[in-house]
């Protein structure tokens, strides 16, 4: 009977002995929970842009970035970085306080001045009726997402009310935040994923004027097509002067598209105002190649009938250029 309770005494301890140890064993290969990133608020005032140069896809801007935080470990403010930098020598950024301050709230703030030129790349497919944006980005260089991430302000974006871009509408500004990973580890070989971090994107939306664009830009190709036009209006026997007006007509479409490129950045692909001039081209051409069909007409004595080939010539050419003109417009101020 005693032999019987004291293998049930060592029965019972080996089976609290192997409990305790699966306890401790569990705990031990537990993954641990990660921390929550530490949440920074962060808003922008943009108080002036100078200096746009849209041949070296450029611009100057005055920004106040602000941060708000919790953590007593982090300094948002000290290690926040501009990722879209032009000439990073000449940027200044200084601190509206020496030491960030400690909020009501119990969040510590501080608040940015950032001067300097950036860097956005603009694309010219609808020039000039092409909407473009003024960007500013930034993001932590010290810490990446899991550790801090930046959430927007209630009001997270103002933009000075006296702000003016001369030859530009300036719209709305906007504030959006998304994770964005490097694709590459920059070499550190301890790291097996790539470095991802919380960036901000600051926008302003800009655009030109479509009416005073629209004069400068395409009244002098609509003066020369006018004045091309006049070949196919003027009498059949006249061959030399409908010629001359051709020719002069299509090297005056040359000179203004030369004229035009000046102002543009080298692009790689046809502007709207590129194939506009090209439509003048072909109006021009075909122009010409209607005068040439006439003067064998003329030459055998069929005036009236190079007359009435002139005059459909005329009204077929005018549309198709007035219907292509006004199609690459419409399609252009859509997509801007």
Not at 148 to 154: F, G, S, T
Not at 292 to 303: C, K, N, P, S, Y
């Amino acid at each position: 009977m005693n032999q019987n309770r004291r293998s049930h005494r060592i029965y019972l301890q080996v089976r609290l002995c192997l409990l305790i140890g699966l306890v401790f064993a569990t705990r031990a290969f537990a993954q641990p929970e990660l921390a929550e990133p530490v949440q920074v608020t962060v808003g922008a005032y943009i108080n002036d842009v100078q200096a746009l140069n849209l041949r070296e896809h450029s611009y100057a801007m005055d920004v106040y970035l602000w941060f708000r935080w919790e953590d007593d470990e982090l300094v948002p403010a000290e290690t926040v970085e501009v990722v879209n930098p032009n000439e990073l020598w000449g940027h200044v950024a200084d601190a509206q306080y020496e030491e960030p301050i400690r909020l009501p709230t119990g969040e510590w703030y501080q608040v940015l001045r950032v001067q300097g030129r950036f860097s956005h790349k603009f694309f010219f497919y609808n020039y000039p009726y092409d909407r473009q944006e003024l960007v500013v980005e930034f993001e932590d260089e010290t810490h990446e997402v899991n550790r801090l991430e930046y959430v927007p302000d209630a009001d997270p974006v103002a933009v000075n009310p006296r702000l003016v871009l001369p030859g530009f509408h300036v719209g709305a500004a906007n504030l959006t935040i998304e994770p964005f990973s490097y694709p590459t580890a920059f070499g550190d070989s301890r790291r097996s994923e790539p470095n991802c971090y919380s960036r901000v994107r600051v926008a302003i939306p800009i655009s030109r004027p479509a009416s005073t664009s629209s004069l400068k830009m395409l009244l002098p190709v609509l003066c020369v097509v006018f004045g091309a036009s006049l070949m196919l209006r003027l009498k059949a026997t006249l061959v030399d002067a409908r010629i001359g007006i051709g020719i002069t007509s299509l090297l005056t479409v040359v000179a203004i598209q030369l004229a035009s490129n000046e102002t543009m950045p080298s692009v790689d692909y046809l502007v709207l105002m590129d194939k506009i001039h090209l439509t003048a081209y072909v109006y021009v051409l075909a122009g010409l190649g209607v005068v040439l069909a006439t003067v064998r007409q003329v030459d055998e004595g069929h005036i009236q009938r190079a007359q009435r080939l002139q005059q459909v010539a005329c009204w077929w050419l005018n549309s198709l250029f007035l219907a292509c003109i006004a199609i690459l417009i419409g399609v252009a101020i859509v997509h801007g």
